[in-house]
């Protein structure tokens, strides 16, 4: 019943993470970004918390070490993550976001390969190639030739910026053992994100002009909250360990489709030949970075 419940959660889960790049459009004016990645993970806590809880309390107080982690995750997978991607979508579509954000499993076995001396073939360094040329190929809009006279749009750089902390993120939370399960690190994780969070709020609203909170705002951190935050999170969670990570790897090819019909579905974003093209080299590199090595 479970094996069944993963495979169907396969077409589910890039959705769920999907949403994220509809709040972050529609989010200015409603809701700041430092506010939105608040409400979206002190929601999250809230729900995850009481599963959480059980092996929290056996484990006792965290450790000063595990403290120091927790606080470096959260303000990388939290805040960054969080705060950076609503700040990035001012001003870039949540097509670029989503093909974006696929980058990230390129960049993570690059910089495993490094960094965790983990393998990192030729078939990868072409994948990685491949995928970081469908990247500037989106973000400049197919003008390579004009390349030093292109500007890139301000979303952009806050979306790179965001991309780059979600592959730190993995690799420290990969690199960094913890006496933990997954999901209630997950959960200390969450709780030191929103203790990073709370005085990065208060920062942005006492240097906000005009701070907007109203309650379509509130209805699009629900949104993020039970959706990206604690819905696609839990629903990876249980894919990994039924069907393992490659198998579940598969989600991350499908979000830029899924980022691309939405945003033409439900925000009226144009989708042109360049997001064709750049997704044409994107996700098949990102499969030569990530695809398991067959061995005989």
């Known amino acids: 019943m479970r094996r069944t419940l993963a495979y169907a959660l396969i077409p589910v889960t890039p959705a769920l993470w999907s949403a994220n790049y509809y709040v972050a459009a529609k989010a200015p004016g409603q809701v700041e970004p430092h506010a939105l990645a608040l409400l979206r993970w002190t929601i999250a806590l809230a729900l995850m918390l009481p599963f ?25 997978g939290m805040w960054i993550c969080g705060a950076f991607v609503y700040i990035g979508g001012r ?14 499993p390129a960049l993570i076995a690059a910089a495993s390969a490094l960094w965790l001396r983990e393998h990192f073939g ?11 040329s469908g990247m500037l190929w989106i973000v400049l809009q197919g003008n390579f030739s004009d390349l030093g ?33 997954p999901f209630a690190r997950l959960t200390f994780i969450t709780a030191c994100g929103v203790i990073v969070l709370l005085p990065m709020t208060l920062l942005e609203l006492l240097m906000t002009p005009v701070w907007h909170l109203t309650l379509h705002g509130l209805w699009l951190g629900l949104i993020a909250a039970l959706l990206p935050g604690f819905g696609a999170y839990q629903a990876y969670s249980l894919m990994q360990k039924e069907l393992g990570a490659a198998r579940t790897g598969v989600v991350l090819y499908l ?39 067959r061995r005989t």
């Open 52 to 76: 959480a809880w059980p092996a929290l309390r056996r484990h006792g107080p965290p450790s000063r070490s595990e403290w120091i982690d927790g606080l470096i995750l959260g303000a990388l």
């Open 91 to 104: 001003t870039t579509s949540a097509v670029n976001i989503g093909l974006m954000y696929a980058m990230s």
């Open 122 to 132: 030729p078939r990868q360094s072409l994948g990685l190639v491949l995928a970081l």
């Open 149 to 181: 006279r292109v500007q890139w749009v301000e979303g952009d750089v806050w979306i790179l910026c965001a991309v780059a902390c979600w592959t730190l993120y993995s690799l420290l939370l990969r690199q960094r053992p913890s006496r933990l399960d």
């Open 255 to 293: 979000q830029p489709l899924y980022a691309g019909t939405m945003s033409w579905l439900l925000l009226d974003q144009s989708i042109g030949a360049h997001h064709a093209l750049g997704a044409a080299l994107i996700l098949p590199g990102i499969y030569l970075c990530t695809a398991p090595v």
